[in-house]
């Protein structure tokens, strides 16, 4: 998939503020500080699409790009630490939670991983919720050129061991790298070819 365009449509606190569910849309999602910015600026070919925090939890809204004008981008809210009040993360929690199982043009959630750590109970509570809400998901693994590729791999062992022991088989999963761009072709070839997905509903 090549990127022709990448715009910002709107910012939204709920549900219903979301822009109109009438194309295909793919949201990103993970533990705070996971590289989610610098991911989606890798994807899209744009360097300030997303904006990059050294404040972990900085994203308090959902923000949708259009992209191609032909799909969403969803950046979500990450979840784990954060610099914000706990009435805050509770609020964050209810609206992320309502948009994930209600969002009805949501073809599948990408869920950011980063590579150097072994499981993380977080990570693996949400992906649980979405296994049962049956929300269809994809791991993607940053960070990958801060740390060996045997290092990845054992981690990634890891991840999987601990997955199959409660899942039947295994979501699709990606290594990225948004400082040598590696996994963009990967990722943008997996949205290509589930864009249909969307198409096909009635």
């Not at 849309?25 to 744009?46: C, D, H, P, Q, W």
């Not at 969803?74 to 948009?99: H, M, N």
């Not at 750590?117 to 998901?137: A, C, K, T």
Request: glycine share 4%.
């Amino acid at each position: 998939m090549i990127i022709r365009s990448a715009r910002f449509v709107k910012s939204s606190t709920k549900l219903n503020d979301c822009p109109e569910a009438d194309r295909a849309e793919y949201a990103f999602i993970g533990r705070s500080n996971v590289g989610k910015s610098s991911l989606l600026n890798m994807l899209t070919g744009r360097t300030k699409l997303a904006k990059i925090s050294s404040t972990p939890g900085k994203t308090q809204t959902i923000n949708h790009f259009l992209i191609n004008e032909e799909w969403y981008l969803a950046d979500l809210p990450g979840y784990g630490y954060a610099k914000v009040s706990k009435s805050s993360r509770k609020q964050w929690s209810g609206f992320i939670t309502e948009y994930i199982i209600k969002r009805k043009n949501l073809v599948s959630l990408f869920v950011l991983i980063d590579s150097r750590h072994e499981p993380f109970e977080s990570d693996y509570d949400f992906m649980e919720f979405l296994g049962l809400n049956q929300i269809p998901f994809a791991r993607i693994f940053t960070k990958s050129d801060k740390v060996s590729s045997s290092r990845i791999e054992k981690n990634i062992t890891v991840h999987d061991k601990l997955m199959l022991e409660t899942w039947e088989s295994l979501p699709p999963a990606f290594i990225s790298s948004a400082q040598n761009k590696m996994g963009r072709e990967d990722i943008l070839k997996y949205i290509e070819e589930t864009l249909t997905f969307f198409e096909k509903r009635p």
